[in-house]
């Protein structure tokens, strides 16, 4: 396990996060990035991301973005929009990384989310799930994209935990096998991926009581679905 995670101080940790209740399964994290890049930094993040989680006691899972259509370009049948849409109803919890791009998010990365609907049926696939946020930088540190992808966190109706990560001058953050170099900015890593078990195994089984409004409860199934059906402009 060492040898797995070298960077990491294994006598700071007496067991998992957050001990799962008897029979639970582990808490099941997509891991999504924002560059197709052959040498993407915010995929190499959540590659080291998704180590952590594993070590944590999670079960990921990454969606590679290449190929994927630009939004309202093909048919949501195309398979690499459903690959998308099955992970996301899979998950439990998510994580989101990108690039920092004029001083946004990357259009890789936000034509995944533009792809993932708010309702599929009568099921909102993001509502109530756990998210973290993090952004690399080819810079000076900056927070601009993990600020938006806190409000499109919001929108998408997910719990975004309060820690996020923000990588400057990320090129020089990991060495020539890609893995993260010992640092201020890993141990932060390490704080995030810990804080999103935690959270995530916390809330998922109240998911249907924190999300459950009066509004929607006042409409009737058949009014509900018609709503969240009409396409959008």
Not at 25 to 44: A, C, D, Q, W
Not at 91 to 110: D, I, L, N
Not at 166 to 172: C, G, L, N, R, T
């Amino acid at each position: 396990m060492s040898q797995h995670l070298p960077n990491l101080d294994h006598h700071l940790f007496d067991g998992p996060p957050i001990a799962l209740p008897p029979g639970a399964h582990k808490p099941r994290i997509l891991l999504l990035y924002g560059s197709t890049r052959e040498r993407s930094f915010s995929r190499l993040l959540v590659e080291e991301a998704a180590r952590l989680l594993e070590h944590f006691g999670a079960e990921t899972r990454l969606f590679n973005p290449s190929e994927l259509p630009l939004p309202d370009d093909v048919a949501v049948e195309h398979p690499k929009v459903q690959a998308l849409r099955e992970l996301v109803l899979w998950s439990e919890g998510q994580v989101w990384c990108s690039p920092e791009r004029h001083g946004s998010m990357s259009a890789v990365f936000k034509a995944q989310i533009d792809w993932i609907p708010l309702a599929l049926g009568a099921v909102r696939p993001t509502q109530g799930k756990t998210l973290a946020v993090m952004q690399v930088c080819g810079g000076s540190q900056s927070f601009n994209v993990v600020n938006q992808l806190r409000v499109l966190g919001r929108w998408m109706r997910m719990f975004t935990i309060p820690n996020q990560s923000s990588v400057p001058k990320a090129y020089m953050e990991f060495d020539e096998t890609g893995r993260m170099k010992p640092s201020a900015y890993y141990d932060r890593l390490v704080d995030v991926m810990e804080e999103l078990v935690r959270f995530t195994v916390l809330l998922r089984d109240s998911q249907a009581l924190l999300v459950d409004r009066y509004s929607e409860r006042k409409e009737s199934a058949e009014q509900l679905m018609a709503r969240v059906n009409q396409r959008s402009l």
